[in-house]
């Protein structure tokens, strides 16, 4: 099991920049894949951003170069750096955690959801 847990969204201005943070109940050397998700009113929820335990990024095209997701090993967190935000980036954003068990094993868990609004 893991227990994952976002801070760091709110309302910011456009062009603003943000930090999310996904803090896990475990250590992440042990989770294969962390990322982030979001989810706008209306919309499916679609892959922000991913990190696997060997440090590899994915990104999402419309966010290549404007986010930044990272890892602290000794924190067990995940974070996401959002700069330059426009109000198209405001959703729900999730934290993901993907455990891969032997033999062929996947366990998939989330957060609750923290909102961030790109508003002026």
């Known amino acids: 099991q893991v227990q994952l847990v976002e801070s760091g969204g709110g309302l910011v201005q456009p062009g603003g920049s943000l930090r999310l943070s996904c803090a896990a109940s475990?250590?992440?050397?042990?989770?294969?894949?962390m990322g982030w998700y979001r989810q706008a009113p209306g919309k499916q929820r679609e892959l922000v951003a991913s990190?696997?335990?060997?440090?590899?990024?994915n990104y999402a095209d419309s966010v290549k170069g404007q986010f930044t997701i990272s890892r602290d090993n000794a924190k067990n967190t995940v974070y996401l750096q959002m700069n330059t935000l426009s109000p198209e980036d405001t959703a729900v954003y999730f934290c993901?955690?993907?455990?891969?068990?032997?033999?062929?094993?996947?366990?998939?868990?989330w957060g609750q959801g923290t909102q961030v609004t790109v508003s002026s």
């Open positions: 993901h955690a993907r455990v891969l068990s032997p033999p062929g094993y996947v366990n998939d868990y």
């Open positions: 475990r250590n992440i050397f042990s989770i294969n894949r």
């Open positions: 990190i696997t335990s060997g440090g590899s990024t």
